[in-house]
């Protein structure tokens, strides 16, 4: 047996939620310096001022390079990228190489709860272009907490998670994974859009 629900009174009671419709206008956001990816992305690129979660299976496969051309753009331009609390450190003529002004770049050593703190307090502050991180059994409201500071401070925040944490839901603006076998990216969610249901080959380089 069914009944009818009027969705007016539910919708003046605010008990139930509103969706938006597309006005055709997207916020700015940065290239990401690969052109399959800034396709499949709303608005050609990575979402500005807001979490991005990238899914890995180990660190250390090259996971990086991904950043490289945003990171590069963005120190060229005189701003400054903070890595907060990475697994391996930085080869330093692999990333001159990309591009980057290591001059711009800053490490800040710190694992656990340290590390949360240090990546949310350098994005609020809005005196960096881009917050990497390598958060530790973050749960949903320390990465809420990351996806506020990122919009307080108009900043790009990535976060570097392992693969099995797709399964969990996130506040992230974007979330993709990084395969190596084979080489391709997956996006999973992204904020102004539907996430392509075929994976993305990045070309060698």
């Known amino acids: 047996m069914s009944s ?7 919708l003046d009671s605010r ?22 990816l800034d396709a499949a992305l709303p608005g050609g690129g990575w979402p500005e001022a807001a979490l991005s979660e990238l899914l890995v299976t180990l660190p250390g496969l090259g996971e990086l390079r991904l ?13 400054r990228v ?8 930085p080869y330093p003529p692999a990333w001159q190489a990309a ?18 703190w240090a990546a949310e307090q350098c994005l609020r502050s809005g005196s960096c272009g881009a917050v990497l991180c390598w958060p530790q059994r973050a749960d949903d409201k ?7 500071a990122a919009e307080t401070g108009r900043t790009l925040a990535f976060a570097y998670r392992p693969l099995s944490e797709a399964l969990n839901p996130s506040p992230a603006a974007l979330r993709l994974t990084i395969e190596n076998r084979p080489p391709q990216l997956r996006i999973l969610k992204c904020r102004g859009g539907l ?3 075929r994976p993305i080959t990045l070309q060698a380089g």
């Open 82 to 89: 903070v890595l907060v609390g990475p697994p391996h450190l």
């Open 15 to 36: 008990r139930v939620w509103r969706g938006q419709a597309p006005t055709g206008s997207v916020p700015a956001l940065h290239p990401t310096g690969h052109a399959e």
């Open 142 to 148: 320390s990465l809420r907490r990351l996806q506020v």
């Open 4 to 10: 009818l629900i009027a969705l007016a009174p539910l």
């Open 99 to 116: 591009g980057i002004d290591l001059c711009r770049l800053s490490l800040v050593r710190a694992s656990g709860r340290d590390a949360l």
């Open 195 to 197: 996430a392509p249901d």
């Open 67 to 79: 950043l490289w051309p945003t990171l590069a753009r963005l120190t060229a331009a005189g701003e």
